[in-house]
């Protein structure tokens, strides 16, 4: 009996050992969607020739990527895609460091563009494969193109805030006494300061280089009203629909899919703060060239535009909108009156200070 | 474990071969050589690699890593964050799991046995992340902890039970509990009950033959236990990350992000070299305690 016990423990313990594994994977990007962690497209079954390995954040994302991307990609060059996801830094790094790139091309915060190609992990993109024309200026680099964009945005509970009654802006969204209640703030100093600094009074066109100090004056006023500093996706949505938070700062994208499922919850998007993902090439990859061509094809018009009706994040390609009806670009945020009061986040700013303001960030969150 | 017991209980004659063989000179000593040598193969070479980052970058060997930890406040306030969560969890998870033990050792029905060890057990099956999800369903405001308090009268007002350090310790508690309660079963099981029945029989009450027997007894399984809980403890980032508050970050928490998200892989190497070098000084520490104690002794 003993020993089958010990049997059994062991047998469990094991288990546990992997699925610790499993979950510490997910929980590690705070990126990801939780949930399916590997998409694999059915390949088609005559004509494939070639495979190519693509990592992303998984997810909706994933599941918008292939109907919109891969597929048609894979009909077209007669390809076999393999999802791995979710996107991990860590990974990526080791894999390339090591010489065994088993992966092709992958789709990275925009940062990573410059973060990457700073540490020489990265190829560089054959823009004449690629076409650029209509894609944001700010996300074309040597070394990577933006693949889609996110709002980090004021996001609130409709029960609390009806018709109109919400926040409209970060200044009102730092005003405790006008709009009281519970608070979410990302638990990460890119968008939260540029929020603070807003929600301070300072002009959109004025905001970089950021004014740090001021900012986490800002940050200060309304610490005791931020019941939870969030660091996964997923966590606004649900703090919203429990009520336990009123007001949060959140991914447009996050908040829509959670609202079409029946939750009582709306995204402003004035002072939204855009953020935008890319496409890279692992240095080293076997299959840079049809990765370039996937890239080419990622970013072109008619794809950005079909990836954009089927998740509620904008595309990098402005001729895609052309493509898209009114309705889809008013659930983007890209409509024109509400594309106007975004706010592009200056990535180049942030890659040069993000070690030393997340140091103090991280500080000042233990104060 | 269990399975010497059982032999050393049950079939003292394979006890006593294996007790001639290690009287055999060399072999002796080959038997603790070769499995300290397997380990500290396992460890050090996957090791090395690692913490060589925390010394050594492109400009050859340097210090400026481990400076940088103890030059900003930060990373030892963390460093004291995890001490203190660790210590309150295992804590906590030995005030739980000692009296199920001591119930699943005295208990005489198999099928409740069973029971209760399935209960223990059950945990272990379901995805960390999941468990922790569960968690912030049952204590939020409006969950069902809460409002049972409150239906009942015993509370007014919500307590705050989440996104605080008190989230973070039941959160903790429970995904830990299993290794405290099998740790301490498995010492228990092994201690002679006729013992306790001795002492009531020359007239020591229950309390008594308890403190004064039992309990003693079952200090390696205590101990073994609460070293357990207190590494796996020292280690956890998912279940803080979840359920703690800004006020709750662990050390680990720094460094997946510096592995992932920043790609500070030196800083990380750093901070993971310290929490390794301050886990073995505890070890050191708590061997130094316990090692004059008789029935520790005894026992090596």
């Known amino acids: 009996m003993l020993k089958k016990i010990a049997l059994t423990f ?81 990974k990526f790094k080791a894999m390339v460091q090591s010489g065994n790139v088993g992966v092709d091309v992958v789709n990275v915060d925009s940062d990573f563009v410059i973060r990457g190609a700073a540490q020489n992990l990265l190829e560089k993109l054959d823009y004449s494969v690629i076409n650029k024309d209509g894609i944001l200026k700010d996300l074309v680099n040597d070394y990577g193109i933006g693949a889609e964009l996110f709002s980090t945005a004021i996001a609130y509970n409709t029960d609390k805030f009806p018709a109109g009654s919400h926040p409209k802006n970060w200044t009102e969204f730092w005003d405790v006494k006008k709009f009281p209640g519970p608070r979410s703030l990302w638990k990460y100093p890119t968008g939260t300061l540029e929020a603070a600094l807003l929600a301070d009074g300072v002009k959109p066109e004025e905001l970089y280089p950021l004014d740090v100090d001021r900012a986490f004056a800002s940050l200060d006023k309304i610490k005791k009203d931020v019941k939870v500093w969030w660091n996964a996706g997923a966590q606004p949505p649900q703090l919203l629909a429990n009520g336990e938070v009123v007001l949060a700062e959140a991914w447009n994208g996050r908040i829509s ?51 954009s009706s089927n998740i509620d994040y904008a595309p990098v390609n402005q001729k895609a909108l052309d493509l898209l009806p009114d309705k889809v670009k008013e659930n983007l945020g890209q409509s024109a009156d509400k594309a106007k009061n975004q706010i592009v986040v200056n990535i180049k700013w942030w890659v040069e200070n993000f070690d030393t303001i997340n140091e103090r960030f991280e500080q000042w969150l233990l104060k | 474990m269990i399975d010497t017991q059982q032999q050393s ?85 030995l005030l739980i799991a000692y009296p199920v ?16 060890f399935t209960a223990v057990l059950i945990p272990f099956w379901i995805s960390l992340l999941v468990r922790t999800f569960a968690w912030t369903v049952l204590l939020q405001e409006q969950g069902i902890i809460n409002k049972t308090l409150m239906t009942v009268g015993l509370i007014h007002v919500p307590i705050p039970l989440l996104y605080n350090t008190a989230g973070v310790i039941i959160g903790m508690t429970h995904v830990l509990l299993p290794y405290m309660v099998l740790s301490l079963y498995s010492v228990m099981e092994g201690i002679d009950q006729r013992l306790v029945q001795a002492a009531e029989g020359m007239g020591a009450r229950p309390r008594k033959a308890f403190m004064q027997i039992f309990l003693p007894l079952s200090l390696p399984g205590m101990l073994s236990g ?75």
């Open chain 1, 257 to 307: 899919t959670a609202k079409k499922e029946g939750a009582p919850e709306e995204v402003e998007f004035n002072q939204a703060l855009i953020m935008g993902d890319s496409w890279v090439i692992p240095k080293g990859t076997p299959n840079k060239d049809l990765a370039m061509k996937f890239i080419a094809f990622a970013v072109a018009p008619e794809q950005q535009a079909a990836f």
């Open chain 2, 226 to 300: 609460s070293l357990l809980v207190f590494i796996l403890g020292l280690g956890y980032f998912i279940t803080p990350a979840i359920l703690g508050g800004s006020k709750n970050m662990m050390i680990s928490m720094l460094i997946q992000n510096n592995v992932s998200t920043t790609l500070n892989w030196h800083l990380a190497s750093a901070l993971a070299l310290v929490l390794f070098v301050i886990t073995l000084l505890l070890l050191f520490l708590s061997y130094f305690i316990i090692r004059n104690h008789s029935v520790l002794k005894e026992m090596s």
């Open chain 2, 9 to 93: 209980a049950g079939r003292p004659v394979s006890w006593v071969s294996l007790n001639k063989l290690t009287k055999i000179p060399g072999l002796q000593w080959l038997l603790l050589i070769i499995p300290s040598a397997y380990i500290v193969f396992l460890m050090f070479f996957s090791m090395i690699d690692l913490f060589k980052l925390s010394i050594f970058d492109t400009n050859g060997f340097t210090l400026k890593y481990l400076a940088h930890l103890f030059a900003e406040p930060v990373y030892l306030q963390v460093l004291w964050l995890t001490l203190k969560i660790a210590f309150l969890v295992t804590l906590t998870t």
């Open chain 1, 10 to 90: 062991m047998g469990m313990a094991l288990a546990v050992s992997l699925t610790a594994c499993g979950g510490s994977n997910q929980a590690s990007n705070p990126q990801s969607d939780q949930g399916s962690n590997e998409v694999k497209p059915a390949a088609q079954t005559a004509g494939v020739s070639k495979e190519l390995v693509v990592m992303d954040w998984g997810g909706a994302i994933s599941e918008a990527h292939k109907k919109a991307i891969f597929e048609p990609f894979e009909k077209a060059n007669h390809v076999k895609i393999t999802l791995v996801s979710p996107t991990d830094y860590g």
């Open chain 2, 101 to 116: 033990a001591y119930l699943m050792v005295k208990i005489e029905s198999k099928a409740w046995k069973n029971f209760i």
